[in-house]
């Protein structure tokens, strides 16, 4: 399943400045190819849950087949994550 580095977890406590209690969706979006979605929501029964450096990711059972064996990593020439 998706693995997440502590880097683009550290970019999203950050940028979205959360606190222990916010959880984070990860989710599939657009119209014209896939992106990746982003937003403060509450995770449900049954959502794929994980914590990194003390943020808490989660997806929705329909989103999964996009995160398959991919990364979220911090981008290494500049400020933005990326999904590979």
Do not use: P
Request: charged share 35%.
């Amino acid at each position: 399943m998706l693995q997440i580095t502590e880097r683009a977890a550290e970019m999203y406590k950050d940028d979205m400045e959360l606190t222990s209690n916010d959880e984070v969706r990860l989710f599939v979006r657009g119209a014209e190819g896939f992106f990746l979605g982003v937003d403060r929501d509450h995770s449900e029964q049954g959502d794929w849950t994980v914590v990194v450096n003390g943020v808490h990711f989660f997806i929705k059972e329909d989103d999964l087949w996009l995160f398959e064996n991919k990364t979220l990593d911090f981008c290494e020439k500049g400020d933005c994550i990326k999904l590979h």
